[in-house]
């Protein structure tokens, strides 16, 4: 009888409970279809999400003020650009998951492609704005604690037996990725083009690293505040702004014999803008990073300008070097499947150790 | 130090409850040590970073729009996951200490199971449920709804941690106190709700206080499980544990201390809370022998 009772009211408990939850779901959703109607109007603000890679943060910042002022100017429209930033394959991953993103900025064309590969962005994508859809480049260099006290100057120094190397997890890091494939290239270079010999290369490099991060950034803190490692393999923008950041008497860069041109692109993710209703403002986005005032931010930002009059004025700023690119590897395709994909060639080098 | 703990252990083991004073010494300034430098030392750290630069900028820092976001977002986060898991919990607690029924144990275990379970990947299994490629992605994109990589999704992961904090807490005291006061009162003619509203829910008031205060700690703190289906979108999706960690990975670092500094005093009012529930406790269960 008791028991009864209270099964009796343990089910109407559990009836409350239902409606509350079940009111709270389509309550939220259509919270966010209030939103999103209000950003497909020309007059209301507009929101835009830019997902990008680890290191970018301090650019887009930049970035975004410019374009929400040039686009307020030439619309009357208020443009919100909301960011998100972490390791460039994660970054990828998380779009393919859901992360609505309206364009992405990332760290290689192969994650794009990833993400083009689930239907979101078309295919051709790459051809669809100038220069492989990267409106800025930049490189491989080494960070390493002031007066290089390991005399590190090549590639070949991080192969070396003590020498701890920083660089992050290719398998979600895109920055990762090409540093691997810079130090893949220079073996190559100077040994005759022997696979088995860049193999060998590289798995000594990866010998000497302690831990991977997941971004560029988190192995920037690793090597800068935690003060863990002897040189950190890094952008050529990371580099420069942890200098900017930490004082250029605690850290030097060193740029290696050769390198290779990193080619980071950009894609208005056309599935998310035709829902948003925001495919006009993605685009005039991603072609004003083009523009001189904002090829001149990026090469404020330590990112190498594409416009030859903005290079020129940042000419000083940018060590000349010898650059790989990502073709002589058969295209990110080829180099993805070769050295990243499971099973591939960086999982037997780190697997043994 | 240890090396007199460490000469003072046979002689605990000759007479166990009997130490010598030089050995009960040595054994607290051992564990009074350990908790300086692992507890309060870390606990000053934040503080003296977070107030590095001056008053003025630790409240510019919470000013700024991104973090007074993740404020928000964490507190509303809280109260959500707070509340689920109160309602939830006292259910779960229920059955439990009430009733005998097959999987019983079972429950009781499941129930645990957010302890046992990595954070991360208890924020995966919401992404491979809820994400675009996962077994409702179809379903919800087409009725417009975010679960993952919005509120909600935090909202979830974090009440998947923080489940077993309330029915853990209150299942032991509701076994303690048996069936008859509820026995009774449906005798004398009360309902169901008016027996779990008047009889039940007192007797374990303080218990449920406790379980409150903890899971609510933990729902602000949440790092690992909040971290997978966020997102990372700033102002929208970050809570005060993801904020800082973009702070501070973002050269801002007194800022991120700052941050920081909020869950730290978060901690030390759970404490004063929760002594002076655990007092109160005590009272009651001394008052009912």
Known sequence: ?353 | MIEQALRAEPARRSEATDERPVVRGALIVVALLFVAVFLVLPLLVVFGQAFAKGVVFYARAIEEPDSLAAIRLTLVTAFAAVSLNLVFGVLAAWTIAKFRFFGRSVLVTVIDLPFAISPVVSGLVFVLLFGAQGWLGGWLSAHDIRIVFAPPGIVLATVFVTFPFVARELIPVMQALGNEEEEAAIVLGASGLQTFFRVTLPNVKWGLMYGIVICNARAMGEFGAVSVVSGHVRGLTDTIPLQVEILYNGYSFTAAFAMASLLAFLAIATLVVKSLVEWRLSRESKDGN
Do not use: C
């Not at chain 1, 209000?38 to 003020?65: C, H, Q, W």
């Not at chain 1, 390791?87 to 994650?111: F, K, M, N, P, W």
């Not at chain 1, 051809?127 to 390493?144: A, M, W």
């Not at chain 1, 990112?303 to 020129?312: D, E, I, M, W």
């Open chain 1, 1 to 353: 009888m008791a028991a009864q009772r209270n099964i009796r009211s343990l089910a109407s408990i559990v009836a409350l409970l239902a409606t509350f939850v079940l009111a709270g779901v389509p309550a939220y959703a259509s919270g966010n279809s209030e939103t999103q109607a209000s950003a497909a109007g020309s007059t209301g603000t507009v929101k835009l999400l830019n997902v990008s890679y680890d290191p970018t943060r301090e650019l887009y910042e930049d970035i975004n003020a410019a374009f929400e002022k040039y686009w307020k100017d030439k619309t009357g429209q208020t443009v919100e650009i909301e960011q998100s930033h972490g390791g460039s394959g994660a970054q990828a991953r998380a779009v393919i998951d859901g992360l609505e993103a309206d364009v992405v900025t990332l760290a290689l064309a192969y994650d794009i492609d990833a993400i083009a590969a689930h239907g979101l962005i078309s295919p051709d994508w790459q051809s669809r704005l100038p220069d492989n859809s990267t409106p800025y480049t930049s490189t491989i260099v080494f960070l390493v604690r002031a007066g290089n006290p390991k005399g590190i100057k090549d590639w070949d120094d991080l192969a070396k037996p003590g020498v701890s190397v920083i660089t992050p997890n290719p398998k979600t890091s895109g920055g990762a990725r090409w540093n691997y494939l810079a130090a893949w290239g220079y073996a190559l270079k100077h040994d005759g083009g022997d696979q088995a010999q860049a193999e060998a290369f590289v798995r000594a490099v990866y010998k000497n690293v302690p831990v991977l991060d997941s971004g560029a950034r988190g192995s920037t803190t690793t090597f800068v505040q935690r003060g863990i490692g002897d040189v950190l393999v890094a952008w050529e923008n990371e580099a420069f702004l942890a200098l900017k950041e930490q004082g250029a008497g605690s850290f030097q860069i060193v740029v290696p014999s050769v390198s290779i041109l990193a080619e980071p692109p950009v894609a208005v993710v056309d599935k998310n803008v035709d829902k948003h209703g925001t495919r006009a403002v993605a685009e005039a986005y991603l072609r004003f990073l083009y523009t001189p005032e904002a090829q001149t931010i990026e090469a404020r930002n330590f990112y190498r300008p594409r416009l030859q009059s903005v290079a020129s004025a940042f000419s000083s700023q940018f060590p000349k070097v010898e650059l790989l690119t990502i073709d002589q590897f058969g295209g990110w395709a080829a180099a993805q499947k070769t050295h990243f994909a499971d099973g591939g060639i960086f999982d037997q080098i780190y697997q043994v150790q």
